[in-house]
């Protein structure tokens, strides 16, 4: 037997596959050879290392990204799952755990060594008047506090509740009172120049002022292109018509093209409104 | 008590409602499905691939062939893991066979961190060092032959027999056993190179 042979053979005489005449004669080049002797020992070792492999855990997402792919039936992860177990996982570690102590005892320390000391203490801040006035001072700081928050968001909730139940309309309104400020600003930029121009110039009335007051109706044209996220490009005009006394608008009319354009899901309503009429 | 075949047969029998359920539509059933058995194929997609994210892909797509062809399996042909085990290997198979991952990516392996997943136990010396043997000898197996690797992967980690790799590579068993041999003296004398050049040594068993 050559070591090539025993190589050959290596695998049936490892799992006893062969007749016990070859596996003898293996034994026997087994004993006289040590590079073979040392192939078939590490040959061995390799096979139970490879039986021991670890297996990986798959991540979360992957059972998510399958049933997506599949039955369209996606599982949004739990509050808990998804957002209060990898955010403290790293804390639950001894390594972390042991981090995170240190660093309170260091800012135990700071806070005892530079925070608010008991110097500026007096003994009239325990006067009864006193500890009344700062408790109720306190009380109040934090219930306006509480009472602007509460006024915030439900100001937040009901403009989210307008944007949901109607997006198009929001849109709408947003463009208008810009539009509406683009206007006025205008307005008064002109105001501003036609009080300015008669103490510049002397003049008590300018021509075009009398001009413009001859004519019944002015038009004035205001296009506006708003660029809004989740939309390349929104644009809409709007046909401002007043009267000869520069009176408010009468009719203000805007085109919205929001059906062309693709919008967030959670704005999106069965509504399909093109041209929306004068307001 | 239940004996040995009476648990079998007891979990043929879970085995096929499960199938059941998930054909007549119901998402949990499903669910469990895709949750008992995705872990498997993930490790069986990783050791061809050795790249996570292509073992996520390759992972999706197994479940996809089996959501469409849920209706063919057969319990009494074999059970449910096994059918499943076996879209698995043909589906990975077929993608190694026209696929060429290792020229694509082969730049990247650097970048791939091969122990993300346990970033949260402490490591101690013992699973480093196990970490290690178990990269040592991923990478020693991927260095091998496209054939060799295959027969070597789905013996030894698969633990399939001869005749079922011939079955799945088309091959002669014949050929399936000296690949097999091939495979496992090649990979243990890269390793013995590789492991005396790291310092592993035959004494550093743990």
Redesign the interface.
Known sequence: MTCADFENLLTEYAEGRLDRIVSGEIEQHRRNCPQCHLLFQEVSRLVDDLHGLPEYEPPERLVNAILKRTSGVYKRPSFWQAIVVPTFRPFLTQRFAAATAIMFVFLFMTVSLIGPGLSGVTADDFTPRAIYKHADNFTHSVYHRLQAFNQWTTDMRAELQLWRTDWAGRIDYQIITALFRVYENTQDKQQIKRENAPSKTGEPESPKGQKKEGKPVKKSYLPLRIPIDGAKRYSASIDISHGPDDAPAETACIQSRASHVEFPAMFRTNRNENVRQPL | MLTGQQEGKAQVETEQKLAERCLS?D?EA??TL??TY??RI??LA??FTKK?HAA?EL??DV??KI?QNLGSFRPESGSLQSWIMRVGRNLIIDQYRHSHWEKNVAGSEELETVDF?DK???DSYQTLF??E??KL??DGLHSLPEELKQA?LLR??E?MTYQEIADLLRIPEGTV??R??RG??E???V??HRGRHLGFTESSEI
Do not use: C, H
Request: net charge positive; no cysteine; proline share 5%.
């Open positions: 539509g998402p499903w669910e895709v949750r995705s872990k993930y490790n990783y050791r996570f996520e992972t999706q479940f996809v959501y997943e949260e136990r402490p196990q970490r043997k178990a000898l991923m070597v030894d980690l633990e056993k000296s097999i041999n496992r003296i990979l243990a004398r390793l013995s």
